[in-house]
């Protein structure tokens, strides 16, 4: 059975899982959040030892792809890349957003639409719609969340569900009339099914060309200049 190694940094959390087929052997989170680059190879250490496995045993590496944090998503995509090229192992690159559709709708069990959300600035979220199939029905956007989000679905008669760490932007402004929140996070556990299918299909990424799916592109401020 295929042994996986899945690296998750779209968020402040970073997360490391490693699985054998359908069954997940060891998964380790930082405990402290934005830690990405003096965590991850840490974690993937902890997991290799804790399932007893070799790197050089792996059969492929899945990634979170984003949308996400920048520089957190680079990290994850900087390792993943680096054990790929120097292992010759396939990547697979797994929907971040879809990941966290399928996961809430495991735990909700809900016929429902699903948007999954990614914390961005202020009161912005990185979302997209998903069906109780786990298609996409709403491609993934930045959207600044208010009052009026989601009033078409909830006018035309269905639920919402969110899930991720933005969704608590919307709990202060949404009704709570038809829209459940689930409180399912970025985990690398969550890219375990999607990965399977993508290795089993044989769906891999090219790593040498690869890059991570940012959505917009990175807040960089300007220093002021000194006063001489």
């Known amino acids: ?39 991850i190879t840490l974690l993937i250490q902890r997991c290799l030892e804790e399932a007893g496995v070799l790197m050089k045993e792996l059969d492929a590496l899945s990634l979170s792809s984003g949308p996400g944090s920048y520089t957190s998503l680079r990290v994850g995509a900087a390792t993943a890349k680096g054990i790929c090229y120097t292992l010759d192992k396939p990547l697979i690159v797994v929907d971040t957003l879809q990941s966290l559709a399928l996961a809430s709708l495991k735990q909700e069990r809900e016929e429902a639409l699903y948007y999954p959300m990614i914390d961005a600035r202020r009161m912005e979220v990185y979302t997209a719609g998903f069906d109780a199939a786990n298609e996409q029905i709403e491609g993934p956007q930045a959207l600044a969340v208010d009052k009026s989000t989601f009033s078409e679905q909830l006018k035309a008669g269905h639920r919402v569900v969110l899930s991720g760490n ?15 929140f689930s409180p399912v996070a970025c985990s690398a556990a969550h890219l375990l099914p999607l990965a399977l299918v993508a290795f089993e299909q044989e769906k891999f990424e090219d790593v040498a060309y690869y890059s991570p799916f940012y959505l917009k592109p990175p807040n960089i401020t300007t220093p002021k200049s000194r006063l001489k």
């Open 1 to 39: 059975m295929s042994l996986i190694l899945h690296i998750e940094t779209a968020t402040d959390i970073c997360s490391i899982g490693l699985s054998r087929g359908s069954r997940l052997l060891s998964l380790q989170n930082a405990t402290a959040g934005y830690q990405h680059a003096a965590q």
């Open 166 to 180: 933005g969704a608590e932007k919307c709990r202060a402004v949404l009704p709570s009339e038809n829209i459940i």
